[in-house]
């Protein structure tokens, strides 16, 4: 199976901008959130915290909207891309390769990903999901998907070189 991705713009208000770039502060909260955490089990002498999984269970205890409006899939996602660094550092490390490193790097904008059934594009709106008890978050495509609706398979949302992006992605069998 290959995996397709097409990076749209986003033609946004200033308070959409503005939620926007909370979503990706507060991406970048929950990866320096487990950087702490895993200092302080170092400190401790304790093995780190690296399974996807146990990362899962943490984020779990630490209670809803602790990262504003990220809901907990998009943070999960964040879990996701620190788990997969952490063990190709380690893989490559075994394989004798002294020179990849941990995730240690606090990062400000982290970019968050949405898996299907858990966002809804219709045409060039797409409906993000936010954490409970906050208003939808509506934002309008620069242009339209080049992929059939069902066909999309997850939306992420980034930010490079001074713009919001998202990059949609589908299977392609």
């Not at 713009?163 to 392609?172: D, P």
Request: glycine residues 10%; hydrophobic residues 40%; aromatic residues 8%.
């Amino acid at each position: 199976m290959v995996y397709r991705t097409a990076r749209c713009g986003l033609r946004v208000t200033r308070a959409q901008r503005n939620r926007l770039f909370g979503l990706l502060r507060s991406a970048g909260d929950v990866w320096c959130a487990v950087l702490e955490l895993n200092s302080w089990r170092r400190r401790r002498q304790d093995a780190p915290l690296a399974g996807y999984q146990e990362l899962c269970r943490e984020l779990a205890k630490s209670g809803p909207g602790t990262f504003g409006e990220l809901d907990t899939t998009g943070a999960r996602s964040v879990l996701r891309r620190y788990s997969d660094a952490w063990f190709a550092a380690a893989k490559r490390r075994k394989a004798g390769d002294c020179s990849p490193r941990f995730p240690r790097r606090r990062r400000g904008l982290v970019p968050a990903r949405w898996h299907a059934g858990t966002f809804a594009l219709d045409g060039r709106v797409l409906r993000l999901p936010v954490a409970r008890g906050r208003p939808p978050l509506l934002v309008r495509l620069d242009r339209d998907v080049p992929y059939p609706p069902e066909q999309v398979r997850s939306v992420t949302l980034g930010f490079d070189a001074g713009r919001l992006y998202l990059e949609i992605g589908r299977a392609h069998v």
